[in-house]
Structures are given as structure tokens and as C-alpha cells.
């Protein structure tokens, strides 16, 4: 089997994996970083978002080997072990935008890159139209479009326009 | 009212694992020396099994073990069963066709297990999985329900694929008033079939201890401990003592986790043969040919009224697709839980209903958010808006002279509703949502082209599924009780075990917030622990917008028992007689005196037992209940949807959505907007964009996220919610229940708005541009009077 060896969450792993092996069985199976979920076979759902060299992307549908050399970024990277939560992270639990939890992963990384993308002054339309790739079955999107509003709003107060890349 | 007590929006104790990926969910849990389990699925949706060839995928590297129907017929493993009984008209039993976990002799849908590969990793049983060789003989399938009766036969069991055909109601008194009716509006509606699609997909991890024969079985369930009831006394897995079923954090569930399926089954016998854990997680296009689909009714319905509008009576005939096997609950969706909610919000003086449920070559069909009373509230809410349109009276107006005014009040069909104020909700949803500024709206949409609607839907929902008695009656086999364990430590903290389980609703804030206001400590100073048999005594779960009403009950009345307690204990801590004790926001104070004992000093000598003899009261402060309701709940409300159609397109887009709910008591507000925002989309997704295509092959064409059209963020408004209150007598909280009720009003609310706005009634869900633009096209004249 290959090896492949990578950055996540600031850290050097490397890893023996199969030529098919996805980025995130590799994160779930070989990392154990289990906060990166698979909801669906199509790349439709968006639980699976990571980012990779600072841009989101599908981890279900990322080969390991795609990324060799790059960094990842995992739901777990993005505040420090027992340090402050992401200003996105305080705005999902501040506006009850999460339920069951299981989207929210995905939910969060797809909205830093919202921010990354469109600014820290999202309104609600910009918002709905760019959660295209991400679903949610329980909350009905309306306080995931204000947390993802809030939480971009935060980060601009605390100059993070940056996620923990 | 506190900062964390009852009534506060308190944010969730849950939030911090899940926002920082650290829940623990099912497919989360790995066990030392796990395998994985891949299953080999039907593609036909009807056929027999001439052979099934392992031989090749047995060589292939990695693998196990590979396992079939024949293999789980010689171990002697029970089928899967269904736990509530429904008889026909004519007395004779529902027909239960067998139900194996895998399949031996034939199968009958599309995605119907025949074996199952256990190896090493997902990969290699997948790689062995396509090199099982199955020697299938094609036959017709049925997949229509309007077409079951004389389709093929599926089960030997049911000739003309009749489950039964079921009635309620008196129908020469129906008959009776429709003679004398001045107005009768007709509908035939198709409730079409969904797919629940929780994002977490289903997983069962089993594994078996040899030294003590114990099975665990981890698993993706709304209720563990009906599961391991089912698979130990039903299916004869294990005694039920020697299986444990654990449901940790769960994705989602919406009914479809409720059920017991055929792959726990066959990871807890694979784990034992096999003699190492097994592990099965669902991929989604599985999700879609195995887990219980909703709805899928068709319907003809009739509303008699006099010249005034007064309604007379109603007369519904359905026709319900169970779809291929028999699920858990499946008979009783739309039975007790459809035809008991037609007479609505309203005084309708006789209703008579008869249900036909078939078998068809798809997948089974269950509960589904709201289950059975969406479908109810779908007839009832459209007959009502027709019926207001063709006699040319305000639909407000007719709802209003037809609500139920004074309770307690029986209606025509086994319901009792015990609290309400139909005209309050409907007041203030039409202040909320501006009615009266409707037709300016109109007009302006008119200008740019688009055509401008509104329509309502007064709903009601009977919630909790209890008292046991009531459903048993009814035919459950289970009681639908809850149970609740209270455990106060020396230190003053408490753990409260329940029987209900959370997969989203929050109940480890919620149910801490009333434990908290309760004994007067700290929210942080209580924990709720739910899901796994080993620790919780016993519950029957959460489906039916219950745990409040009847979990919470449960815990009140546990709480009752521990302040009883702890009054003794500090009675003897204060050298005062029990009866003068008076707990009060964490104090215990001798009456008209300044001697008190905290809250902590009482657990802690309840533990030490050093200021009380043994034999005159026993050390500790621990309690349980078992708590059973006096009657269902009765959650009502208005919904009012506004939507513009493009005339060009056929595009709808909800403009405006107002909900006013009467919930009962409310415990925490935030989280109660959340289950109703979470209800409606559910219920918009059924109107505008959601509905499982079978090809009369009995392929489901819409198998996967791709196919089927689930609700974006873009495809839905932001929501008013406000909120009504009248009390649930029934139990002690005063709650209703408001996990369903979105999901319940919402699909009315949307086909009475657009078919407002094109003028035309006949019209399906899920209600796509292609679907509104068609009916644009027909341009056909509301249906005559």
C-alpha cells in the first residue's frame, strides 16, 4: 500500500492507504478524528467538509493520496485543545443552529469558507444560495442562516478572517 | 423564572461535543477486533431464489464469513415482527406476512437483504459482496397501491395483497347527514411517499462476549430498550437479560430509527458465529432501499355542510401501502394514528373512515415525523379550504364557525380533546402575518407579474401515544408509558436516567433546566443519561412528540418522591417533626423558624446516614417512576403560508410562512422554535419538492440525494413562530408535545396557498414548477359545487 503523509490540523501524519482510499475514511479510520462525518454516496449532504490549503472541500469525495503534502483542516482543528471555541463554533451554539450535531461539522467548515469567499458582511440570500453543497434535516436552515451571519460578524470583530489554517 | 429554569432559553449543554467534533455516534464506535459487515441486496423487486452461489466471494481476501437466509433459517433466527394488531371490519386478524432478516425463499423489494459478507474492512467486504452469486426468477411486481389488489400476489398469507381493510366510524349516520347537506365538497388526494433521510445513516456495531454469552449491540435507535424487547422476545436473539442495546449520540431519526430492522438482527447472529464485533454503517443509497419510507396514501374524501357552512359530517376512504413487509408500527399509522385526527380543530358531528393497507413490492412503509396525522391534517385542512372557496366564505371565517369551542370534547372518532383555544392561535397567526394586508400584496405581485396566495392550515396533533391502557385497547402491543430514575449523589449533584432517548431535541438541556428549577441547584450540577439498557431501568423511547409530556412527567414524578425523602432526612438533620419541612429553592427550613439544612448538607447525610437509624429510614436519595398520562395531548395551532407563482414557470416561492402554536407549557423556547422551524421544512419538502418515484418495475428512481429532491437552504424562508398556551390537563407539566407539529400543518398550508393563487384545486404534491406550471396549463375551474 502507498504511503501518504500530510498536515491536519497542524500536525504531520502520514499513513499507509489504499490507491482508494477517501480523505476521510483516512482522517475517520486512520486518525480517529471522528468529528468528520459521511452522510451520503453522492456528495450531495456536505457532513464531510474539510478544508484542504485553506479551501473547502468534500472530503468523501478526496482521494488520501490527493493530498499529499497538503493541509488539512478538520472540525477538531479549528480552536486549540481546551482554548477558546471558534468564533463560528460560538455563533451554531449561540443561535441553536444545530440539532442532531451530525451536519454541523460540515455546516461549520462550509461556512468559514462562506466568509473566506463573500466576506464577513453576509446577508440571509448569500448565505441560503452558498449552503448549496450542505444539508440539514432538523433545523430547517433558519438558525444555521443566522449563526453562519453572526458567526462572520464575530470573526470580523476578532480579526479572524482566517480559519485555523 | 430563573436564568436555566423552566421557560428560559437556555443553550445546550449538548452543542459544545458536536460543534467541535466530538460527538459520539454509532458509526464513531470501534471495537478491538472489529470486522465489517456489507450486505448483499435484492435488485429485482420481486423474485424468487433459485440458489445463491458464495462460493467465490468466500476466496476473496479478507473475508470472514459470508451468511444467508438459509444459513439464519437453520440457527432458527425469528422473523421481524410488527407490535400493533389491527383487525378488518370483519374481525379477522391483519395479515403479518413473515418478515427474515435476510431472505431465503424470494424477496420483495428492491434492496431486500439475501446475505451478508463479514471481513476485514469495508473494502474487502464490499470487493467479496459483488462476487455473491445470486440465481434470481423474475416476477411481476406491484408497486401502485390503487393497483395492489389485483397485482401479483407478494405474501401467501394475503390474498389480493390485503393487510386489512379497516373502519371507523358510522357510516348510515354519515350517510345520513350527507342526505340532508346543502354543500358537499370532494377531494382525491395522493399523499405521497417520502424518504426520511436523517443525515446520519443507520449503523449497528454487535459484539459477543463468550465468557459471560452477553451480546451488546450499539446501534443508530430512537428506543433501545423496545429493540432489545423485540429482538430478544420476538426475533430469540438472546434472553433479554444477555443483550444490551446502547444508542449513542444519533443523527437524527424522524421516525425511521424507531423501527428494528433486519441488520441489527444480523450483526448480533453474525457476531456471535463469527466470534469477533461486527460492524454494519449504511451507505445512503442503501438508506434509501431499506429504511421505512413515509406516507404513501391515496385517498377520497367528502365534506358535508349545510347552508351556513356548518360541517355535517365527513367520509374518507383511503388507501395505505405498507409497501413490502410489515414494519414495527407500520398497521397503526394510518389507523389510530390517521382517522382518530379527521374531525381537526372542528365540531363535526359524524365522520366514518375505512383504511385499506396493502402490500406492494417497495419498501416498508412507517412512522415518519407527524405519522399518519400529516395525512389526517393534509384531508381534513384541503376538504376545508375547497369547501370555503366554493361557497364563497372566507376560509378564516369557516374555521371559525366550525371550531371546537368548550372542552372536554368527544369527537365522532375515539378522541377526547381535553384543552384548546383554536380561536386564539388563528387570531393571532392573522395579526402575524398581516391578512389583512393580503390583497394590496396581491395586487402589487400582480403588477410584476406573479400570482400572489395564501393559505392556512388549523391543525391538530394527538401527541405522547399514551395512556397504555388507551393503546392497548387500540390493539399496541407494548405500553407507552415512560420511566425516569433520579440520582442524587452525597455531593449534592444529580444524574437523571430516562427512558426516552434525544437525537436532536435536546433533552439534556431541557430536562436538566426542570431538574434544576425544581430542587433549586445549579443547571451544571445535573446530567441526563438516556440510551443504553444497561443503565436506564427501562423506557419505550421518543417518537410522538412524548418526551415531554410523558418522560418529563416521569422525572416530576421521580422528583416528587425525592423531596419526600429528603424532608425526612432533614427533619432529622434539624431535630424537627417532618411535617413542618419546607423545601424551597434549594433550602430545607424548619416552618416559622430560622433553622435550615442546604440542599448539599441533605444529600450528604442522606449518604452518611449518621443522623437517623437504618430501620427507621433507609440511607440514600434515589428514585424512579414509572408515569403513565390520562390521556393523549392535544398540540394545535395556525399556519398561514404566503407564496408567489411565476406564471411563466410554474415556480413557487414562499414568500412569508407564519406558525402560531399551542404547545402547553413550554420549557425552553429556543428549542421549541427549533423543532417547529425543523417540522415545517419537513413539511414544505413534502409539498414543493420531495416524493419517492417507484418505475412500475419496483425500481426506486429516486434512490439517491441526487434524485431525490431534499429541502436546501435556498429552498426555504425564514420562519414567525409564536407561540399560544393552553394547558395538557393530562399530565403534570401541562406540556403538549411540538416535535411533529410542523411537519403535520405545513403541507396543507402550502397546497391551499398556491392552489389560491392559480385557481386551480386539482393539484399534487410534491407541487414542482413542472407540476404548478401544468396545472396552469389545464387552467381548469374550481370544482362545481
Known amino acids: 500500500m502507498p504511503a501518504v503523509s500530510m498536515t491536519v490540523n497542524g500536525k504531520a501524519v502520514t499513513g499507509d492507504v489504499e490507491a482508494r482510499t477517501l480523505l476521510v475514511q483516512f482522517l475517520r479510520e486512520n486518525l480517529r478524528l471522528t468529528g468528520t462525518h459521511v452522510g451520503c454516496d453522492t456528495s450531495q449532504c456536505g457532513a464531510c467538509v474539510v478544508h484542504i490549503d485553506g479551501i473547502a472541500a468534500k472530503s468523501c469525495t478526496t482521494l488520501a493520496l490527493q493530498c499529499e503534502g497538503a493541509k488539512v483542516t478538520t472540525i477538531e482543528g479549528l480552536a486549540e485543545p481546551n482554548g477558546p471555541l471558534h468564533p463560528m463554533q460560538e455563533a451554531f451554539r449561540e443561535n441553536h443552529g444545530l440539532q442532531c450535531g451530525f451536519c454541523t461539522p460540515g455546516m461549520i467548515m462550509a461556512a468559514l469558507d462562506i466568509v473566506r469567499r463573500r466576506g464577513n458582511d453576509l446577508d440571509e440570500h448569500t448565505i441560503r444560495e452558498q449552503l448549496d453543497g450542505n444539508i440539514c434535516r432538523c433545523t430547517g436552515y433558519h438558525n444555521i442562516v443566522k449563526a453562519i451571519a453572526a458567526g462572520a460578524k464575530a470573526m470580523a470583530k476578532g480579526g479572524a478572517h482566517q480559519a485555523a489554517e | ?785
Not at chain 2, 469477533?276 to 438508506?287: C, F, M, N, Y
Not at chain 2, 415518519?368 to 369547501?387: D, H, I, S
Open chain 2, 1 to 785: 423564572m430563573s436564568a436555566t429554569g423552566i421557560g428560559a432559553a437556555v443553550r445546550r449543554k449538548e452543542d459544545l461535543r458536536f460543534i467541535t467534533g466530538k460527538g459520539k455516534y454509532t458509526d464513531d464506535v470501534v471495537r478491538p477486533g472489529e470486522t465489517r459487515a456489507v450486505f448483499v441486496r435484492s435488485p429485482h423487486a420481486h423474485a424468487k431464489i433459485n440458489s445463491i452461489d458464495v462460493s467465490a466471494a468466500r476466496k476473496m481476501p479478507g473475508v470472514v464469513d459470508v451468511l444467508t437466509g438459509k444459513d439464519l433459517a437453520t440457527d432458527k433466527i425469528g422473523n421481524l415482527i410488527c407490535g400493533w394488531m389491527i383487525h378488518s371490519k370483519d374481525g379477522t386478524p391483519m395479515k403479518m406476512a413473515p418478515h427474515p432478516a435476510l431472505a431465503a425463499d424470494k424477496v420483495c423489494h428492491v434492496g431486500d437483504a439475501v446475505a451478508v459478507v463479514i471481513a476485514e474492512t469495508q473494502a474487502q467486504a464490499r470487493d467479496a459482496a459483488e462476487k455473491v452469486k445470486v440465481d434470481y426468477q423474475v416476477m411481476p411486481a406491484v408497486v401502485d397501491p390503487g393497483k395492489a389488489k389485483s397485482g401479483p400476489q407478494i405474501h401467501d398469507v394475503a390474498p389480493k395483497n390485503t393487510i386489512y381493510e379497516w373502519s371507523l366510524g358510522d357510516a348510515k349516520a354519515v350517510d345520513a347527514a350527507f342526505a340532508l347537506a346543502k354543500h358537499v365538497t370532494k377531494l382525491d388526494i395522493v399523499n405521497n411517499r417520502l424518504v426520511p433521510n436523517a443525515i446520519e445513516p443507520r449503523v449497528a456495531l454487535a459484539e459477543y462476549d463468550a465468557g459471560t454469552d452477553q451480546l451488546t449491540l450499539w446501534n443508530t435507535t430512537q428506543n433501545p430498550h423496545v429493540s432489545r424487547l423485540v429482538i430478544a422476545a420476538f426475533v430469540g436473539m438472546a434472553p433479554e437479560h444477555k443483550l444490551r442495546v446502547i444508542a449513542p449520540d444519533v443523527g437524527g431519526g424522524f421516525g425511521s430509527k424507531i423501527f428494528i430492522y433486519p441488520e441489527e438482527v444480523v450483526c448480533l447472529w453474525a457476531a456471535r458465529k463469527v466470534g469477533r464485533p461486527v460492524k454494519w454503517t449504511a451507505d445512503r443509497s442503501e438508506s434509501f432501499v431499506t429504511d421505512a419510507h413515509g406516507r404513501d396514501h391515496v385517498t377520497h374524501a367528502e365534506l358535508a355542510l349545510d347552508a351556513s357552512g356548518k360541517m355535517l359530517a365527513m367520509r374518507v376512504k383511503t388507501i395505505a401501502n405498507l409497501g413490502a413487509y410489515m414494519s414495527t408500527f407500520s398497521s397503526s399509522v394510518p389507523t389510530y394514528l390517521y382517522a382518530t385526527l379527521l374531525s381537526g380543530q372542528y365540531d363535526i358531528p359524524q365522520i366514518y373512515c375505512e383504511v385499506d393497507a396493502v402490500y406492494t413490492n417497495t419498501v416498508p412503509v412507517d412512522a415518519y415525523r407527524g405519522a399518519g396525522r400529516p395525512e389526517a391534517t393534509f384531508v381534513v385542512e384541503r376538504l376545508v379550504e375547497v369547501a370555503a372557496r366554493q361557497m364563497d366564505i372566507d376560509p378564516a371565517d369557516l374555521r371559525k364557525r366550525n371550531f371546537i369551542k368548550s372542552f372536554p370534547h368527544q369527537t365522532p372518532v375515539i378522541m377526547a380533546y381535553d384543552a384548546g383555544d383554536y380561536n386564539a392561535s388563528l387570531k393571532k397567526a392573522l395579526e402575524l402575518a398581516d391578512v389583512k394586508g393580503f390583497n394590496k400584496r396581491k395586487r402589487d405581485a400582480a403588477r410584476d407579474g406573479k400570482l400572489r396566495g395564501l393559505g392556512y392550515s388549523t391543525y391538530i396533533e394527538a401527541c405522547g401515544i399514551a395512556p397504555s391502557q388507551a393503546v392497548g385497547s387500540l390493539g399496541c402491543g407494548v405500553g407507552l408509558w415512560e420511566s425516569a430514575e433520579v440520582r442524587v449523589n452525597p455531593t449534592g449533584s444529580v444524574e437523571v436516567l430516562t427512558g426516552t432517548h434525544a437525537h436532536g431535541q435536546g433533552h439534556e438541556t431541557t430536562f436538566a433546566q426542570l431538574v434544576s428549577e425544581r430542587l433549586g441547584i445549579p443547571f451544571e450540577n445535573v446530567s441526563i443519561v438516556h440510551g443504553d439498557t444497561d443503565k436506564v431501568q427501562f423506557g419505550m423511547g421518543t417518537y410522538g412528540s412524548r418526551s415531554g409530556a410523558v418522560g418529563m412527567s416521569a422525572i416530576v414524578k421521580a422528583l416528587d418522591k425525592i423531596e419526600a425523602k429528603a424532608k425526612k432526612v432533614a427533619a432529622h438533620m434539624l431535630e424537627a417533626a417532618e411535617g413542618d419541612i419546607e423545601f424551597k429553592d434549594g433550602k430545607f427550613t424548619v416552618a416559622g423558624t430560622d433553622k435550615s439544612a442546604a440542599w448539599g448538607d441533605v444529600s450528604l447525610n442522606a449518604y452518611i446516614a449518621h443522623k437517623f437509624a437504618g430501620q427507621e429510614l433507609e440511607p440514600g436519595l434515589k428514585e424512579t417512576s414509572f408515569y403513565d398520562p390520562t390521556n393523549f395531548t392535544f398540540p394545535a395551532g395556525c399556519h398561514i403560508c404566503e407564496v408567489e407563482v411565476d406564471r411563466d414557470t410554474g415556480k413557487t416561492e414562499i414568500v412569508n410562512w407564519t406558525a402560531v402554536d399551542d404547545f402547553g407549557t413550554v420549557i425552553n423556547p429556543m428549542i421549541v422554535e427549533g423543532q417547529v422551524h425543523g417540522g415545517i421544512a419537513q413539511g414544505i419538502g413534502q409539498a414543493l419538492l420531495e416524493g419517492a418515484v417507484y418505475d412500475k418495475d419496483g425500481q426506486l428512481v429516486t434512490g439517491s440525494l441526487m434524485d431525490y429532491c431534499m429541502p436546501h437552504a435556498h429552498d426555504l424562508p425564514s420562519f414567525q413562530v409564536g407561540l399560544t398556551e393552553t394547558k395538557s390537563p393530562s399530565n403534570p407539566l401541562g406540556i403538549k408535545g411540538c416535535g411533529e407539529a410542523g411537519a403535520i400543518a405545513a403541507p396543507a398550508a402550502v397546497i391551499n396557498a398556491i392552489t389560491d393563487a392559480i385557481g386551480n384545486e386539482e393539484l399534487g404534491m410534491p407541487a414542482t414548477a413542472q407540476t404548478v406550471w401544468a396545472a396552469l396549463k389545464r387552467g381548469q375551474p374550481r370544482q362545481a359545487a
